[in-house]
């Protein structure tokens, strides 16, 4: 399967702890952007790379989390002293951009990593 | 990114087209049409994007008016598995999406 892929798929924590999830993107993807799913809402944006640089990371990510992909390939996304309200599903996504002249620039998601904060 | 309305729910009979209305009134010249849906518990999945022009491919087609301040995703026969959350998106490709409430589509029997 070359999709992207995300592990674990679930998580189970105690408030307090730490935890991390991994994201594999599609190979050729220079792009990776983090989202976060809250029941009955749509996916809201956390981050993005381009190769390993970080461009861009949203106000929804306060200073317990922290995201990297230091090789351009993968990336880990990982919550420190974990909350009730961290209680979410993790969604990674992929994309090839090419520069804003290509319009082919559709983001591909991979299943999930749902956490459940105890 | 421009924000989108479109109505929280809708029903459709199976085999028949089901038509789900997007509004982007404030949508900018750059700015793409993009289609996602979400099968419960699984990633969005990209579904058809446009930008003037309507456009078709195995999944659907996609119906934009000449203003751009709205469009219309067409599944031509509906079935159960197309039961799920379809997100309409004003997207500066590129940059990251933006995601409203969607709406729920159930695909009834």
């Known amino acids: 399967d070359t999709g992207v892929s995300q592990d674990p798929r679930h998580k189970i924590t105690k408030r307090g702890q730490n935890v991390t999830f991994r994201c594999d993107p599609i190979s050729e993807h220079n792009r990776l952007y983090w989202y976060r799913q809250t029941l009955g809402q749509g996916p809201e944006f956390l981050t993005y790379f381009q190769n390993e640089a970080q461009l861009e990371k949203s106000r929804l990510l306060s200073d317990r989390f922290s995201a990297e992909r230091p090789k351009g390939s993968f990336s880990t996304l990982e919550i420190q002293r974990t909350e009730q309200g961290d209680s979410a599903m993790y969604l990674c996504a992929s994309s090839l951009f090419e520069g804003l002249a290509g319009s082919y620039n559709e983001q591909f998601f991979g299943p999930g990593t749902r956490l459940t904060v105890l | 990114d421009a924000k989108t309305t479109q109505p929280p729910s809708m029903d459709c009979a199976e085999g028949r087209a089901a038509n789900l209305p997007c509004n982007h009134s404030?949508?900018?010249?750059?700015?793409?049409v993009y289609w996602y849906r979400q099968i419960h518990s699984q990633g969005p999945q990209y579904i058809i994007h446009?930008?003037?022009n309507n456009e078709t491919n195995e999944m659907a087609s996609l119906i934009i008016t000449e203003d751009r301040k709205s469009s219309t995703l067409i599944l031509p026969h509906a079935t159960l598995r197309d039961t799920a959350v379809y997100y309409c998106?004003?997207?500066?490709?590129?940059?990251?999406?933006?995601f409203g409430g969607g709406t729920r589509l159930m695909v009834k029997p």
């Open positions: 446009g930008l003037k």
């Open positions: 998106i004003a997207y500066n490709a590129g940059n990251m999406l933006t």
């Open positions: 404030t949508i900018s010249g750059n700015e793409y």
